[in-house]
């Protein structure tokens, strides 16, 4: 099977940049900041593949990257080079100059406009931050929310928004009764939840997780990592799963990433990352986990 | 009217034209109405989108048309017929006060009779009677971004205008009916122009709003204090916003006429009597009002 999106080099980087960066930056040694320029390598030389329908997990303690990676491939930031490439079954027929005709992958994304890049963004992602005040309008109703990607794709019958809401928000436990109130009158695990319907409403094949559990209390993130797992076997999902909590990884993914320092230090099947790890840092990881 | 025509009327006013106070023909110099003209020349050429443009001093405050006023005189030849309303009305203060200006510096004729004007600039209405390609209509635009309700900053409504990225608006009007059933929106109510940019058409009522939709006029719009130029050109789509389950709807003034001319099927306005709390109904568009009337009693 060919991979749904390959990932080659990507990097991020802050700062002017000078000649001795890369020599100065990396796990090796511990740090993202070149300290000749001072500018931070947040995201360097990554590469990985992600198929369909699988829960790649993203390891590493804070400042490593693994949200900068997120973010460069939801296009919210621009990447400094590498390059994304999208496979032909993606579907994405409206975007026609998109792939090359004898070409099973696409383009390198990051090269696209904004314009193109919304769009595949709208036809194909979902995210999901640890903080639902990114993702969510907190004045605005739930189904507001969820019936916002609906607009931005077109949609503009409000009965059929509406149901759709209501499906996504049963899916994943909200009461439908609620369904018009804003999310700042819910519990931090209730705005989580409206954030994941808010992600699926436009049936992505790729969804990013950055930090979903991170800050609920432990029922709560047992309960959200459950729906999680339900909602990715129904919708065959892509998932790229970041996390500092070796437990949701184990949880939810079959292969994993370690980063640090803005590097991809091991990568692998998640149980033989966390039975075996090769890297210094990797072991302290799992050594840490109780 | 051709171009050179036109251009060539211009080139004489300029040199023969009488001048007011020391003022040039049309007030402004010659530098400013290139400008103005050219931005009008790019409004029209891409329906819709809001040209920036240097906004001139004008002898009245920045917020009572000066949008409008430097459309008009940056076009206005001796030859020219000129009507000036405000809400519909060719009597009131603002109107009055465009218009004694506009006579002072550029000696056209003025008129009330929408049929019979070249220009009207207008603020806040579109006239009764249907107009036609060979005049233009200038309205006065307080707030040109009809995305400022939903987004502060100019930077990201104009990225919201490169990219298309409307959802927000919409957003904005699921909300509405949400909560109360319909779009609250009465005046300022967006409009998709040519299937592109959503357009604020000025404060006009809805009533006036199906009026945009394959116009034979030019339709210019002027907001001075902002500083934007935008238009829309004859015979161009104009939609209002809607869903397809919540339709864009006018006023209803069913039952109800206008108590001088007797229309039924003009914008009324409601007026109440302050002495026994009675309450009339009167054409908002005066002119027209004035036809009417005068056909009736002569």
Known sequence: MEPLIRIRGLSKQ?????????????????????RYCGSVMACNDVSFDL????????????????????????????????????????????????????????????????????????????????????????QVSSGGNIAERLLGAGWRNIARMRERSAELLEKTEIPVARMDE??????????QRVQIAKALSNKPLILFLDEVTTGLDLSVQARVLDLIRN???????????????????????????????GRVVEAGLTDQILQDPQHRYTQLLVASQL | ??????????????????????????????????????????????????????????????????????????????????????????????????????????????????????????????????????????????????????????????????????????????????NYGEITISYRYPVTVNGRYIMDPSPIPRWDVPKLHM???????????????????PYTAVEPLEFEDHKFRVEDFTGKACSRCGATDTFLDEVIDNMDGGRSHFCSDTGYCDKRYDTWNH
């Not at chain 2, 949008?67 to 005189?73: A, R, S």
């Open chain 2, 215 to 233: 116009a034979e006029t030019l339709l210019l719009f002027g907001a001075g204090r902002e500083k934007r130029i935008y238009a829309i050109p």
């Open chain 1, 182 to 191: 804003p999310p700042c009158n819910f519990s931090g695990g209730m705005q």
């Open chain 1, 14 to 34: 802050f700062g002017q940049g000078c000649e001795r960066c890369l020599d100065a930056t990396g796990p090796e040694h511990d740090t993202n900041l070149c």
């Open chain 2, 1 to 178: 009217m051709q171009l050179n025509e036109w251009l060539e009327k211009d080139s004489q006013a300029r040199s023969t034209g009488e001048k007011a106070g020391g003022y040039p023909f049309g007030f402004m110099d010659d530098g400013a109405k290139k400008e103005i003209r050219r931005s009008i020349l790019k409004a029209v050429a891409i329906p819709g989108y809001q040209v920036p443009y240097g906004s001139r001093e004008m002898p009245i405050a920045r917020g009572w048309g000066t949008g409008g006023v430097q459309i008009t005189l940056s076009m206005i030849k001796p030859d020219d017929i000129l009507k000036v309303i405000d809400q519909g009305c060719d009597g009131s203060v603002n109107a009055v006060n465009i218009k004694k200006f506009f006579a002072s510096v550029s000696d056209v004729a003025i008129t009330t009779d929408t049929l019979e004007a070249t220009i009207i600039q207008t603020r806040h209405r579109i006239p009764e009677e249907p107009m036609t390609e060979d005049q233009i209509l200038v309205l006065q635009v307080p707030y040109p971004e009809a995305l400022r309700e939903v987004e502060p900053s100019e930077t990201e409504t104009r990225r919201m205008h490169a990219e298309a990225d409307y959802s927000r608006m919409w957003l904005y009007l699921y909300e509405d009916i949400v």
């Open chain 1, 231 to 261: 909602l990715r076997n129904e919708f065959k999902l892509s998932m790229l799963v970041v996390s500092h909590d070796l437990g949701v990884i184990n949880l939810l993914c079959q292969r994993t990433m370690v980063m640090k320092a």
């Open chain 1, 51 to 138: 198929y369909r329908n699988e829960a790649l997990g993203i390891v590493g303690e804070s400042g490593s990257g693994k949200s900068t990676l997120v973010r460069l491939l939801h296009f919210e930031w621009e990447a400094s080079g590498g390059t994304v490439e999208l496979h032909r079954s993606a579907g994405l027929d409206n975007l026609t100059d998109l792939f090359e005709a004898n070409s099973d992958y696409s383009r390198n994304l990051l090269g696209l406009t904004h314009f193109q890049k919304r769009q595949i963004r709208n036809a194909l992602m979902g995210i999901v931050y640890q903080n639902p005040h990114l993702g969510l309008r907190m």
